[in-house]
């Protein structure tokens, strides 16, 4: 982030000027940091269980005590948590499951397949493949959280097209940790078992899954899904390119992939 900017603009009334790149507006206001710590972790565990078992009751809060969610799957998984940076709040989690060599299903999707007659590694390279869950992002927390709030900015009328770019902020940080954890992983393969409403809302932002077999129920009824990153992000750039930059870092990250593929090809 840039520090000089986001002082200038917080010790002084002066509006932030609306012709602000996405890009710019994230860092001014988001980060999705890594929990390596015990307390960075809990923070985690506390925020999806504000969003899975308040909000969203997709799990039972009576079997997650002190108010943390935790699974099976954290031990083997790196998490992020998104932060709102004016006000230091956490406001949302995700995670990657790496592959565990241990368990007869590698991630938890394999089993969800497995059950249904698909093998996860006919369409991805197990080794360089995570499981992105527990993508989530507080609803309470967020209506608390005005993206302006308290900056000294000039209240002016938004089209609906920007105020939907800059709602998507919060997802769009979310997304480029994963990128970014991928990245330093030398992971090439996500997967997920998603609604179909977030596939279609991440399509329309250019985040395009590819469905491997039939819907499975899985707390309701949800679409076991893969995508090869490298080919996401082309699909992005030539459809979002704002998201792109976002997501990417101003193309950082894309870069960063594009040499890792270069080295396992020489390899």
């Given at each position: ?118 093998d ?24 608390r959280?005005g ?72 707390h ?23 998201y ?24």
């Amino acid at each position: 982030m840039n520090k000089v900017l986001f002082r200038e603009f917080t010790e002084t009334s002066v509006a932030w000027p609306q012709e602000m790149d996405l890009l710019t507006r994230h860092d001014i206001y988001f980060e999705t940091r890594a929990a390596f710590t015990p307390e960075m972790t809990d923070l985690a565990h506390s925020v999806r269980y504000q969003v899975y078992c308040l909000e969203r009751k997709f799990e039972n809060k009576d079997q997650h005590t002190g108010g943390l969610e935790i699974d099976q799957f954290d031990s083997h998984s790196i998490h992020g948590i998104l932060f709102h940076r004016p006000t230091g709040d956490a406001m949302g989690t995700v995670r990657l499951i790496l592959p565990d060599r241990n368990t007869e299903d590698c991630l938890p999707i394999s089993g969800l397949l497995r059950e249904n007659g698909y093998d996860l590694a006919q369409h991805v390279a197990i080794d360089r493949t995570v499981e992105v869950s527990r993508f989530a992002i507080s609803k309470q927390l967020r209506r608390r959280i005005g993206d302006d709030k308290g900056l000294g900015v000039a209240a002016s009328p938004l089209s609906r097209e920007e105020r939907e770019r800059r709602g998507n902020l919060p997802c769009l940080s979310l997304i480029q940790f994963l990128l970014r954890q991928s990245v330093e992983s030398g992971v090439t393969y996500w997967t997920a078992v998603m609604e179909e409403k977030l596939l279609r809302m991440l399509a329309g932002m250019g985040i395009h899954f590819h469905s491997i077999g039939p819907l499975v129920f899985h707390h309701g009824l949800r679409q076991p899904s893969y995508c090869y990153l490298p080919q996401m992000l082309d699909e992005m750039k030539s459809e979002q390119r704002d998201y792109w930059n976002v997501i990417t870092n101003g193309g950082e990250l894309a870069e960063r992939l594009k040499l890792i593929l270069r080295k396992s090809a020489l390899a």
